[in-house]
């Protein structure tokens, strides 16, 4: 975690305690802040999902902002930039803007938004990076069939069948490889996961 992704997430804490009725005076933050930097310097806190300084129905308002966005093909990030670039009303996902900052939008990966979204809202598309687990194959040579390991990969293709309703995906590994993978959100879902950035 850099220093600047350090004070974002200080910062957050303090408007949410402010909102919250229980202001905190600058000699508390400065104690808050030089504990928070010593246990990351200790290394005991390894991974932040930004997406947990969200109250429950703000996290629902951005799933339904995700959702339709991506209804409609476009990037969910790329439209609140756009809105703030033409200094437009977001609507219910106004608080992003007004809370959390740019930064914090660009620190959302999809593997943060699987931790708290409904599988349903997060798509696959082209481009995205993704592991696969060699639970995928039939047999894994020379392995324990029931050791889980993951492969990076990239998607570059996606399909759903109109009759089966059925989505196929075909990824592409780091040694040019490629594998089709069918029933994607389906019954393979389990063997598929958001690569960590």
Same mark, same amino acid.
């Given at each position: 975690?850099?220093?600047?992704?350090?004070?974002?997430?200080?910062?957050?804490?303090?408007?949410?305690?402010?909102?919250?009725?229980?202001?905190?005076?600058?000699?508390?933050? +400065?104690?808050?802040?030089?504990?928070?930097?010593?246990?990351?310097?200790?290394?005991? @806190?390894?991974?932040?999902?930004?997406?947990?300084?969200?109250?429950? %129905?703000?996290?629902?308002?951005?799933?339904?902002?995700? +959702?339709?966005?991506?209804?409609?093909?476009?990037?969910?990030?790329?439209?609140?930039?756009?809105?703030?670039?033409?200094?437009?009303?977001? %609507?219910?996902?106004? !608080?992003?803007?007004?809370?959390?900052?740019?930064?914090?939008?660009?620190? @959302?990966?999809?593997?943060?938004?699987?931790?708290?979204?409904?599988?349903? @809202?997060?798509?696959?598309?082209? %481009?995205?990076?993704?592991?696969?687990?060699?639970?995928?194959?039939?047999?894994?040579? %020379?392995?324990?069939?029931?050791?889980?390991?993951? !492969?990076?990969?990239?998607? @570059?293709?996606?399909?759903?069948?109109?009759?089966?309703?059925?989505?196929?995906?075909?990824?592409?590994?780091?040694?040019?490889?490629?594998?089709?993978?069918?029933?994607?959100?389906?019954?393979?879902?389990?063997?598929?996961?958001?690569?960590?950035?």
């Amino acid at each position: 975690m850099t220093q600047a992704e350090i004070e974002a997430v200080l910062q957050a804490a303090f408007r949410q305690c402010e909102r919250a009725g229980y202001p905190l005076g600058e000699v508390q933050k +400065q104690i808050f802040a030089q504990v928070v930097e010593a246990r990351l310097d200790d290394r005991s @806190i390894v991974s932040f999902n930004p997406l947990a300084q969200l109250t429950p %129905g703000q996290r629902e308002a951005l799933w339904h902002f995700i +959702q339709a966005q991506e209804q409609q093909n476009q990037s969910w990030k790329a439209a609140l930039l756009n809105d703030w670039l033409q200094d437009s009303d977001s %609507g219910n996902v106004q !608080f992003v803007r007004d809370l959390y900052g740019v930064q914090w939008l660009e620190s @959302i990966t999809p593997a943060h938004l699987a931790e708290y979204a409904d599988e349903a @809202i997060l798509k696959l598309k082209v %481009g995205d990076r993704i592991e696969v687990s060699n639970a995928l194959w039939e047999w894994v040579s %020379g392995a324990d069939p029931n050791s889980r390991e993951w !492969f990076p990969c990239l998607v @570059i293709n996606l399909q759903e069948d109109p009759d089966t309703a059925q989505s196929t995906c075909i990824i592409r590994f780091e040694n040019g490889s490629e594998y089709e993978i069918q029933g994607i959100y389906d019954w393979n879902r389990s063997n598929w996961r958001w690569a960590a950035k």
